[in-house]
């Protein structure tokens, strides 16, 4: 058996590269191979993708769900993740840890410790 997801009346997800929209009525799918895929609560737009630990989820996000521009998405997370590592030495270890799972292709492990990047940023922020 596959991964069955549960859809709200009119929630997006990415499957695969397929942007999805549910209609009006809740959907069970059932995934029955292994394809990226985001829920709509943890897709970030680019237009979202406004500080830099934001830009980091959001490269991480491409390179998931965009195979086909990998070498791009490859370039631009570690010119990010420098500048990022400049301005918050303290993240270094996070970074560390997040790379690991790029290199060793594990796109959506990396995308949930983006995540944490992301609070730990605006706990950096708030407390300037």
Known sequence: MGLKITL???????IGGAVITNGD????????????LLREKNILKEEDANSPGRRIYFVIQ?????E???TTHHKTYWELVAEFVRAAPS???MIKQISEHIVSNRYYSALKLAGKLIEYEQEVVQSV
Request: proline residues 7%; contains cysteine; glycine residues 0%.
């Open 25 to 36: 009525s809740k959907c069970d799918l059932i995934i029955e191979n292994k394809v990226p």
């Open 8 to 14: 709200k009346p009119k929630e997006r997800m990415i």
């Open 91 to 93: 993240a270094l270890d």
């Open 68 to 70: 086909e521009n990998l």
């Open 62 to 66: 491409l390179m998931y769900i965009d």
